[in-house]
């Protein structure tokens, strides 16, 4: 495990306080953001996971949590486009520079616009990717919305 990911950067240069987690990562594992709630003893809801969607044919990221699905309707509506649809993984790594199951919100090759599920700003601290399988990053959501410059919305079905 790297000591040190392009995510844990991101978060250090924008002076973010948080802790690292690691944690065996399930490549088989059918849900990835449940797995990883198991595997650190956390509340499904407090862990956070990073999707790479289309909106209007254009990147976007969406922060929810991991025991939750995603409104593609809500998600358009939340960046006032017209069509969202999930990303497909191949583009979503070579968007972000990650490999799928280690995708971060936190410095990703290209910043695109990013919405966290406003319900998850409640939550005293929320993990999400550190930028590797198997690598999560515990802060404050409000943190983490503010370093991605990303907006907060209903965003879940």
């Known amino acids: 495990m790297a000591k040190a990911t392009r995510a844990t950067q991101f978060l250090e240069k ?6 690292t987690v690691t944690y065996d990562y399930d490549p088989d594992a059918e849900r990835i953001g449940l797995q990883a709630a198991e595997a650190i003893g956390e509340a499904p809801h407090r862990v956070l996971k990073t999707l790479m969607a289309e909106l209007d044919g254009k990147p976007v990221c969406v922060v929810v949590p991991s025991d939750r699905e995603v409104s593609m309707k809500k998600l358009a509506a939340a960046f006032g486009g017209k069509h969202a649809a999930m990303m497909k993984p191949a583009v979503a790594e070579k968007t972000t520079g990650y490999v799928v199951g280690g995708i971060s919100p936190f410095g990703q090759k290209k910043p695109v616009p ?21 690598l999560q990053v515990r802060l404050s959501p409000q943190d983490a919305l503010n370093a991605l410059r990303a907006i907060a919305a209903p965003l879940v079905a």
Not at 114 to 134: C, D, F, K, W
């Open 14 to 19: 924008a002076g973010v306080a948080f802790t």
């Open 114 to 134: 990013t919405a966290i599920e406003v319900e998850s700003l409640n939550e005293p601290h929320v993990y999400m990717n550190g930028g590797q399988r198997g």
